[in-house]
């Protein structure tokens, strides 16, 4: 097998969580996590109030793309919420995802528990959902 070079190499990003990180610091590159490392990551509202951490990562299969972060608000009886993935950005320097929206308007998605789930595959909830975030849906984003 043929490596590439320069060589990725995995880091522990010191919450026993693995990156991916390139050799050489000066040359532009992919920023590549794992699944793993991004769940329980916090998100932060546009008026820096913490609204959550990343409970799962939804892939759209047929795409080959990330649909949807869904956020847990935590605690008992936690409520869950997508949220485009267009619509967050990842702070590498503080190790979380960032919304150009308010808290409130967070807290107004519509929620599910871990036992309901919206069925993500119809186009119409979809296609509300990144309304709401103010998105083009990825599915139809040239």
């Known amino acids: 097998m043929t490596t590439l070079h320069p060589p ?10 693995k990156l991916v990180e390139r050799d050489s610091g000066d040359e532009p590159g992919p920023m590549v996590r794992t699944a793993d490392v991004l ?3 916090k998100i932060v509202a546009s008026d820096g109030e ?12 047929h795409h080959g793309r990330i649909a949807y972060a869904v956020a847990s608000s935590g605690g008992t009886g936690e409520m869950l919420c997508a949220i485009p993935w267009s619509a967050m ?34 186009s119409r909830w979809g296609m509300s959902l990144h309304q709401y975030y103010n998105r083009t849906p990825y599915w139809v984003a040239g």
């Open 8 to 17: 990725d190499r995995p880091v522990d990003d010191g919450n026993g969580g």
């Open 39 to 41: 769940k329980g990551s």
């Open 50 to 61: 913490d609204v959550g951490s990343v409970f799962d990562i939804v892939l759209d299969l």
């Open 89 to 122: 950005k990842y702070d590498i320097g503080d190790k979380s995802f960032h919304l150009d929206v308010t808290a409130a308007h967070v807290k107004g998605t519509p929620g599910f528990d871990d036992e309901h789930w919206p069925v993500m595959t119809q």
